[in-house]
C-alpha cells in the first residue's frame, strides 16, 4: 500500500515534520473515512506520534506542533478519545477550543480600564470563516463537475448544489464586506472567487485548512456538516472574546466600549443565520447514514459555546452540575473558580454608581439586543435538529432534540428585563431554507 511504503521511508530517513507525506495518508482516510480506517495505518501513525512527541528543548516548530496536533486527530478513535472537538480538527485548524491559558480578568484591555482595539483579531476570524466558507463551495463544484471523487456516497442534486452556492455567499458576505471585498459576493462564478480570497489572504492556512477535513464516512454531506460546525466554532471563539471585552468595559464604567461590543456580537449572531440555512439543505437521509459513526462526538462538548454562556451570566447549579457542563469540565471549573460575566459585571458596575442614566440604558439596550440573537440561534438550531433528527437520541451519549427543546428559552441575562425582539418571531432557515 502506498502509505505504508511512504510513511516507512518518511521512518527510515531524516523523519522531518516539514516533509511528512500528508497526501497518502489524508487520500486513505478520505478513501473509507475515519471510522473505518485499517489498524495497520492507525498503528504506523501511533508509532510515528510517539516519535515526534518525544521531549525536545525549546518550543516545538510549527511544522511539528502541526503534525502531532494532526496526528491527534487522526487517532483520536485509536485511542478512545474521539469527541466533538477532535472531530472538527479545531487544533489543526488553531482555533480556540473556547478555554485560553489566560486567566480570567488578565490582558482584557489596557491599564487605564479601556478595552483592546479589535481589529486584528476581528479580521483573522472573518478570514477563516471566508476560508471555511469557501472550501465547501470549491468542494461542491469539484464535486458536481466530476473533478474529484472524494466522499462520493449519495452526491446532492444539481439545484440543491446551486442553492449552496447562494446560501454559502450569503453566508461568507458580511465576513468579506468588513474585509473590503463585498464585490466578490456579486461575482459570476462566487466559489472560486471564495477559494481565490482564502489563498490570497492567508496561503499558510490552506495546508491547516486540508488537515482539518477527517470525515467519518463517505457520505458527500459530511464535508459540508463539518465546515458548518467550524464556522460555528469560529464564531463562538469570537463571541467569547466580545464578552470577556465587554467585562473588562464594565468593570472600568466604560458604557460605550461594553456597548458596541455587545452589539458587534448580535451582529455577528444574527448574521450566522445563512449557515443554518446551508445546514439544512444536508440530505436527511445522508446525514443519518454518517451520523451514526460520529457516536461520541456532540456539539454539547462545544467549549467555545458553554463559555460564551457562561461569561453571560453564571449557569444556575442544576445547568452547571447538568451532563451540558459536564461534557466541558474545564468551563464548568472557571465557573467554580469565580469567572466573571457581564451580568454580574452589570450589577456592580450599576451598584457602584459607574454606570447611570443614559450610560446604563445605553448598555441595557444591548444585552437585551444581544439576549435577543442568542435565544434565536438556539429556537433555530433546535428547529433544524428536528428537521433532521426528529426523535432519534443525540450523538455524544446525549438524548438529542429534547435537550435542545429544555435549554432554549433558558435567560441569557437576568440583571435586565428582556422582551423578544423582531428576529424571536421568525426563522432564519424560514422553514424551508432558501
Known amino acids: 500500500m502506498r502509505f505504508v511504503r511512504e510513511l516507512t521511508s518518511w521512518l527510515s530517513g531524516a523523519a522531518d515534520a516539514d516533509s511528512f507525506p500528508y497526501s497518502p495518508v ?45 496526528l491527534d486527530v487522526a487517532l483520536d478513535k485509536w485511542d478512545g478519545r474521539y469527541d466533538y472537538r477532535s472531530y472538527l480538527a479545531l487544533r489543526v485548524l488553531r ?10 480578568g488578565e490582558d482584557d484591555g489596557y491599564a487605564d480600564g479601556s478595552v483592546a482595539q479589535p481589529d486584528g483579531a476581528r479580521r483573522d476570524r472573518d478570514q477563516l470563516l471566508v476560508r471555511l466558507v469557501a472550501d465547501a463551495l470549491a468542494f461542491e463544484l469539484a464535486a458536481a463537475s466530476g473533478a474529484t471523487d472524494l466522499l462520493p456516497e449519495d452526491r446532492p442534486s444539481p439545484e440543491v448544489v446551486a442553492k449552496r452556492h447562494r446560501l454559502g455567499v450569503r453566508a461568507a458576505s458580511p465576513a468579506l464586506a468588513r474585509l473590503g471585498l463585498a464585490g466578490a459576493a456579486h461575482d459570476r462564478e462566487p466559489a472560486a472567487v471564495l477559494r481565490a480570497l482564502a489563498a490570497e489572504h492567508d496561503p499558510a492556512g490552506e495546508p491547516a485548512l486540508r488537515l482539518s477535513m477527517l470525515p467519518v464516512y463517505v457520505s458527500h454531506d459530511e464535508y459540508l456538516f463539518i465546515r458548518v460546525l467550524q464556522a460555528y466554532e469560529c464564531l463562538f471563539a469570537g463571541l467569547v472574546e466580545e464578552l470577556r ?36 439543505t444536508m440530505q436527511p437521509t445522508a446525514f443519518r447514514t454518517f451520523r451514526q459513526y460520529t457516536e461520541g462526538a456532540s456539539a454539547i462538548q462545544s467549549r467555545s459555546y458553554k463559555l460564551m454562556e457562561s461569561l453571560c451570566r453564571p449557569p444556575e447549579g442544576t445547568r452547571l452540575e447538568s451532563p451540558a457542563y459536564q461534557q466541558v469540565p474545564e468551563v464548568r471549573d472557571r465557573v467554580h473558580a469565580g469567572q466573571p460575566s457581564v451580568d454580574e459585571a452589570f450589577r456592580a458596575a450599576v451598584r457602584e454608581g459607574l454606570l447611570t442614566g443614559a450610560d446604563g440604558d445605553l448598555v441595557a439596550r444591548a444585552m437585551r439586543a444581544f439576549a435577543d440573537a442568542v435565544l434565536q440561534w438556539r429556537r433555530t438550531h433546535h428547529r433544524l435538529a428536528t428537521r433532521m433528527l426528529g426523535p432519534r437520541p443525540g450523538t455524544g451519549y446525549t438524548e438529542g432534540t429534547p435537550y435542545l427543546a429544555a435549554v432554549r428559552s433558558i435567560p441569557v441575562f437576568t440583571s435586565v428585563a428582556h422582551e423578544p425582539g423582531p428576529s424571536a418571531r421568525t426563522d432564519p432557515t424560514g422553514g424551508t431554507p432558501e
Not at 257 to 278: H, I, K, V
Open 26 to 70: 489524508l487520500a486513505e482516510f478520505h478513501r473509507v473515512g475515519k471510522h473505518f480506517v485499517e489498524k495497520e495505518l492507525l498503528a504506523l501513525l501511533d508509532k510515528i506520534r510517539a516519535q515526534v512527541s518525544a521531549p525536545t528543548a525549546g518550543r516545538p516548530a510549527p511544522a511539528v506542533g502541526l503534525l502531532r496536533d494532526f
Open 245 to 280: 471585552a465587554t467585562i473588562a468595559a464594565l468593570r472600568a464604567g466604560h458604557a460605550r466600549p461594553a456597548a458596541d461590543r455587545l452589539a458587534y456580537a448580535g451582529e455577528q449572531l444574527t448574521a450566522a443565520g445563512p449557515l443554518f440555512s446551508l445546514l439544512a
Open 95 to 104: 482555533l480556540p477550543c473556547g478555554v485560553d491559558d489566560r486567566p480570567d
